[in-house]
Antibody
Framework: QVQLVESGGGVVQPGRSLRLSCAAS????????MHWVRQAPGKGLEWEAV????????YYAESVKGRFTISRDNSRNTLYLQMNSLTVEDTAVYYC??????????????WGQGTMVTVTS | DIQMTQSPSSLSASVGDRVTITCRAS??????LNWYQQKPGKAPKLLIY???NLETGVPSRFSGSGSGTDFAFTISSLQPEDIGTYFC??????????FGPGTKVDIK
């Protein structure tokens, strides 16, 4: 079925790195832009990064620019988020999400189940 | 950067009540405004796109309106299953998204 499944979350110390993966299935992965969105415990949604369908364009939120890198491997139907220099403020559930263009609107129409990242000493 | 605000931050209403949430953008975003519902422990779900278009499969008691900087989201008759947090979201032409802070809805 159509789904996104994140992995790679866990507990990590401040200053360390972590790489998240998102496996897509049930649709033509290479036909969609993809996002990472995070949600700190008890807080709202925070958009982090987007990558175009072929990976040629990438944009980041200011809070992660220079520390996080979004990438994709369309041959493996997989999205990645490399997170470096992690801080306690990066503690959150990280969602992989699919972008869909509807008319002139861009929406997120498919979300993964999320993977928890906890940054603590 | 465009900032999004929502009000109220939370509300409590009775089953059958009409509920309205507002969302304001810090600058004109035309109709590039979407609404999502998030239930506890779950991923968000798209309800409204392009400010006023109902996503396929979403009940017609949900609606949206507005353009420019001021938007509204309405539940015409609140149901118990509508409990959750509602987020507005805007995007620019680079696909950079910004979410509003959310409005938590529960039943009185």
């Amino acid at each position: 079925q159509v789904q996104l499944v994140e992995s790679g979350g866990g507990v990590v110390q401040p200053g360390r790195s972590l790489r998240l993966s998102c496996a897509a299935s049930g649709f033509i992965f290479g036909g969609y832009a993809m996002h990472w969105v995070r949600q700190a415990p008890g807080k709202g949604l925070e958009w982090e990064a987007v990558i175009s369908d072929v990976g040629s364009m990438k944009y980041y939120a200011e809070s992660v620019k220079g520390r996080f890198t979004i990438s994709r491997d369309n041959s493996r139907n997989t999205l990645y988020l490399q997170m470096n220099s992690l801080t306690v403020e990066d503690t959150a559930v990280y969602y992989c999400a699919r972008d869909r263009k509807v008319g002139t609107s861009e929406v997120i129409d498919l979300w993964g189940q999320g993977t928890m990242v906890t940054v603590t000493s | 950067d465009i900032q999004m605000t929502q009000s109220p931050s939370s509300l409590s209403a009775s089953v059958g009540d009409r509920v309205t949430i507002t969302c304001r953008a810090s600058q004109d975003i035309s109709n590039f405004l979407n609404w999502y519902q998030q239930k506890p422990g779950k991923a968000p779900k798209l309800l409204i796109y392009g400010a006023s278009n109902l996503e396929t499969g979403v009940p017609s008691r949900f609606s949206g309106s507005g353009s420019g900087t001021d938007f509204a989201f309405t539940i015409s008759s609140l149901q118990p299953e509508d409990i959750g947090t509602y987020f507005c979201q805007q995007h620019d032409d680079r696909l950079i998204f910004t979410f509003g802070p959310g409005t938590k809805v529960d039943i009185k």
